[in-house]
C-alpha cells in the first residue's frame, strides 16, 4: 500500500492531536501500576477508569475545538460519524498490558478526511515517546524522522502479532507458518510493536480481527515511516469497523516474503 493520496493534514488538526495526547498523559500515569478496578466490556476485553478518563477528556478537547468533527471512540463509540473530518481514539490500546504493569501500551490517535486517515499519533505516557504520521510526509519520532529496516529476507525479520488468540483457526495456522520461517516472533505489544515497527527493529507486524481503532492511527506512521500495510491477500486497507486481517511490513520486499508465506501451501 502506498501513502494515501489525501490533502495534508492541517496544522491545528496536528497541534490537537498533540495537545490531547499531553493532556492524557498524566491521567494515565495517575492509575499505571496500581490496583485499579477492570471491567469486562461486551467483547470480554478489558477496560479501567483509565481508559474511560482519557478518552473522556480527548472528546471534550475535540468539541471545544471542532465541533463539528466526528469521533469514532473505543470507550464511548460514535459521534457526528458522517462528518468530512473524523477523530479515532483508543485511549490506552493494550490496556492488559497496562493493567499488568507492563510499558507495551499506548495512547492512539487518528484523523480521517472523508475516510482516509490523513493523521496517525501513537503516544506511551509513561516513557515519554510519541509517534506521529501526517499523510505525505515523513514520519516522526519524539521530532526525528522514523525509517522501517531494509531486512529483506523472511528468515532475518523480527514478527510482532498483539494477541496470537486473535486468530481463527485458519489464520492461525498461516501466521504460524510464517513465524516459523522468520527470525522470530513475540507477542502482545499491541501499538507499541507497530512504533517499533516504524524504528525499524521490528520488521513484520502481523495481526486479525481487529477494530478501526487499533489499526488506523498506525497506517500513516507505518507509511511514512516507509512501511507497507495492507490485508493478508495484499490489498489496501481501507477506513471500517474491523480488519480481519493487516499485514505491515518494513519494506516492499519483505512484504512479498511475507504474502508468500501466509498463502503457502
Known amino acids: 500500500m502506498t501513502a494515501p ?8 488538526m496536528t497541534a490537537l492531536a498533540n495537545a490531547m495526547a499531553d493532556a492524557v498523559r498524566p491521567v494515565i500515569r495517575r492509575h499505571f501500576r ?9 467483547d470480554a476485553s ?48 493494550g490496556t492488559k498490558s497496562f493493567v499488568s504493569g507492563s510499558l507495551a501500551f499506548g ?5 480521517l478526511h472523508r475516510g482516509q486517515p490523513v493523521l496517525g499519533l501513537i503516544d506511551q505516557p509513561i516513557t515519554g515517546e510519541r509517534w506521529l504520521g501526517r499523510a505525505g510526509e515523513p514520519t516522526l519520532f519524539n521530532g526525528a ?18 494477541a496470537p488468540d486473535h486468530f481463527d483457526a485458519a489464520q492461525r495456522q498461516r501466521y504460524d507458518r510464517l513465524a516459523g520461517r522468520a527470525r522470530f516472533a513475540r507477542a502482545s505489544h499491541d501499538c507499541y510493536a ?19 481503532y487499533d489499526i488506523l492511527p498506525q497506517l500513516p506512521i507505518i507509511l511514512g515511516a516507509g512501511g507497507i500495510a495492507t490485508d493478508w ?4 486497507l481501507t477506513d471500517a469497523a474491523r480488519f480481519d486481517t493487516v499485514l505491515m511490513a ?16
Open 5 to 12: 493520496q489525501t490533502s495534508p493534514c492541517p496544522a491545528e
Open 34 to 42: 496500581t490496583r485499579i478496578a477492570v471491567d469486562a466490556k461486551a
Open 46 to 93: 478489558p477496560v479501567t477508569i483509565a481508559d474511560r478518563e482519557a478518552e473522556q477528556t480527548m472528546r471534550a478537547m475535540i468539541a471545544a475545538r471542532f465541533p463539528g468533527h466526528g469521533i469514532r471512540g473505543e470507550e464511548f463509540g460514535l459521534h457526528q460519524a458522517d462528518a468530512d473530518w473524523v477523530w479515532v481514539l483508543d485511549p490506552i490500546d
Open 107 to 111: 495512547t492512539q490517535i487518528a484523523l
Open 145 to 162: 524522522t522514523a525509517q522501517t529496516s531494509d531486512t529483506g529476507a523472511l528468515a532475518e525479520a523480527v514478527v510482532y502479532t498483539s
Open 194 to 212: 507497530a512504533g517499533l515497527l516504524a524504528l525499524g527493529t521490528v520488521d513484520l507486524l502481523v495481526e486479525g480481527n481487529v477494530h478501526d
Open 233 to 236: 491477500a495484499g490489498k489496501p
Open 250 to 265: 518494513a519494506n516492499a520486499r519483505l512484504h512479498a516474503a511475507a504474502l508468500e508465506a501466509l498463502h503457502a501451501g
